[in-house]
């Protein structure tokens, strides 16, 4: 293996351990899962933007299962049919998303801004999408009160948006102040990283 790679591997593996150790700081908690964590989900955006949409969708992967283990899917009394579709969409893709961050990363600031919204954006999605076909109408959400049941989309948007919206605010705002530090891009950022002439 060439020492650029295992460079760029062991780059992932500590952007990775930083995620999941981020992920246990928890501002706000909801009971079924889902939570406002401090900002990790950045580490995962950096490595897409550093290193290309494999290595960032690889490094999400592994994060997405570092969740599972660390969520309570499993205790919640699932049908086999809905613990796999929860694997499958609250994790597995709604966090491998993440690793499409820099898709945009050549366009400057704005274009790596813009491509850590749009994967909070892609996350938010799955969820809302998990929760109108797999969650709205399980018995457990009585707890919310009785509006919520028949409610699907309703259900979804409020629940995921209580704590996505929140998550997506503080990660942008973090990675705005980020990319417009030249110390953070000059250590971070390959050199051959096209840049906007104002950021110089």
Aim: hydrophobic share 55%; with cysteine.
């Amino acid at each position: 293996m060439k020492p650029t790679r295992i460079r760029t591997l062991c780059e992932c593996a500590i952007m990775l351990a930083l995620a999941v150790a981020l992920s246990y700081v928890k501002i706000f908690q909801l009971p079924f899962d889902g939570s406002i964590t401090l900002l990790s989900m950045l580490p995962l955006c950096l490595i897409s933007i550093k290193h290309g949409l494999m290595w960032g969708l690889g490094t999400a992967f592994c994060y997405s299962w570092f969740q599972i283990l660390q969520g309570g899917v499993f205790a919640w009394g699932l049908t086999p049919v809905m613990l796999i579709g929860s694997l499958l969409l609250d994790y597995v893709l709604a966090f491998t998303v993440l690793g499409l961050a820099g898709v945009f990363r050549r366009k400057g600031t704005a274009g790596m801004v813009g491509g850590v919204a749009l994967v909070c954006g892609l996350r938010f999605l799955v969820h809302f999408l998990a929760g109108i076909i797999l969650w709205a109408n399980l018995e457990q959400f009585v707890a919310f009160g009785k509006e919520w049941v028949g409610r699907p989309v309703l259900y979804s948007l409020c629940y995921n948006g209580i704590y996505m919206l929140p998550e997506t605010v503080l990660t942008v705002a973090a990675a705005t102040l980020l990319f417009r530090l030249p110390q953070f891009k000059r250590i971070l950022l390959p050199k051959n990283l096209k840049t906007e002439k104002t950021d110089s």
